[in-house]
């Protein structure tokens, strides 16, 4: 099984990047999927995930309204719209799949430690 991310890079603030990330080896098309980041010295948190068929969804208080997870199951893919990047969202991006959630996740998000599997990360650099 692997997740293959993709789609980080280097930007200025305000502007735009959209991740990607795409399984093979397994279908996670009833499981639900993430994003999670990490910076330097900070614990890994979760960003965004959304359920199995995309139907809800939950957002950290720092990102919501400037990103956008969505799925598509048939491409075995969840991605990830960044707008209005910032500066201090800057950190290492990890796709995340198969994760279980427990009630109120969408309010709450969860912890890394549910995570079953895990892509291999993709740098976000955000200037000013």
């Known amino acids: 099984v692997q997740l293959q991310a993709s789609g980080g890079g280097l930007v200025q603030a305000g502007g735009s990047l959209r991740l990607s990330c795409a399984a093979s080896?397994?279908?996670?098309?009833?499981?639900?999927k993430g994003w999670f980041r990490q910076a330097p010295g900070k614990e890994r948190e979760s960003v965004a995930l959304?359920?199995?068929?995309?139907?809800?969804?939950y957002y950290a208080d720092s990102v919501k309204g400037r990103f956008t997870i969505s799925r598509d199951n048939a491409k075995n893919t969840v991605y990830q719209q960044m707008d209005s990047l910032k500066p201090e969202d800057t950190a290492v991006y990890y796709c995340?799949?198969?994760?279980?959630?427990?009630?109120?996740?969408?309010?709450?998000?969860?912890?890394?430690?549910?995570?079953?599997?895990w892509g291999q990360g993709t740098q976000v650099t955000v200037s000013s």
């Open positions: 080896g397994r279908t996670f098309s009833t499981v639900a």
């Open positions: 995340a799949a198969d994760i279980p959630l427990a009630p109120g996740w969408s309010d709450r998000g969860t912890y890394s430690d549910y995570v079953k599997y």
């Open positions: 959304i359920n199995w068929g995309g139907g809800s969804t």
